[in-house]
Structures are given as C-alpha cells and as structure tokens.
C-alpha cells in the first residue's frame, strides 16, 4: 500500500521559512517524480512544484519560483519543500505527490497518481 505523509506545516508570519517533508513508503521511491500541490477551502487544488526521480528536473509554479526549493533523499524515501519568504497567499493545506504511471518530464506538472493527507501552511500578515 503506498502511503504518503507530509509533515513540517505550522502557523508563520509573512517573510518567515517553513520545510515541509514528505515520507513514503509503499512504492519505489527513487524510480518516481514526485510534486507538491496545494488548496485552500473553495479553490481547486493547485501545482506547486515537481521534480523528477533522478533530480535533475525540478518544476516550479511562477508564484513560487525563487522562494521555494524542492529536493529529496532517496536514502530516507522522503522529499522536501524548503519555503522561504513567505506570504500569505501562500496559505493552504500542501499535499505531496508521486507520479503515476502516465508521468512525464516533457508536462510535470500533471500525471500524479499517489497524494498525501496534507498539511497545512498558514502565514499570517
């Protein structure tokens, strides 16, 4: 059974850091993109950031481009999301992703077929 679980979320203010981590177990992790989405209540869940299962790609949603790195330990079957300068748009409940079967480096952002319970990002003004 594949199990994704995020962790690292909390209460910040505006221009604080946050890293969120993703443990999974279930599946072969160093053979699978992996991506972070997130949704806040009424809004369709959103793409964060991808990167590919060697870690040579990495994929950023403009909003975040330059804030937030994406990285992962195929060691420890974990992934992470380093978020810096943070704003309060970026609230929300984040939710880490692996690629399904029909995942591909040429379209990233899509084609994830595993999801996490979330966890939730809020950042105060």
């Known amino acids: 059974q594949v199990q994704l679980v995020e962790s690292g979320g909390g209460l910040v203010q505006a221009g604080d850091s946050l890293r969120l981590s993703c443990a999974a177990s279930g599946l072969t992790f160093r053979m699978l993109a992996m991506g972070w989405f997130r949704q806040t209540p009424g809004k369709e869940r959103e793409f964060v950031s991808s990167i590919s299962r060697s870690g040579g790609r990495t994929t950023y949603e403009d909003s975040v481009k330059g804030r937030f790195t994406i990285s992962r330990d195929d060691s420890e079957n974990t992934m992470f999301l380093q978020m810096n300068s943070l704003k309060p748009e970026d609230t929300a409940v984040y939710y880490c992703?692996?690629?399904?079967?029909?995942?591909?480096?040429?379209?990233?952002?899509?084609?994830?077929?595993?999801w996490g319970q979330g966890t939730q990002v809020t950042v105060s003004s």
């Open positions: 992703a692996a690629a399904g079967p029909t995942w591909s480096d040429s379209a990233p952002r899509s084609g994830f077929g595993y």
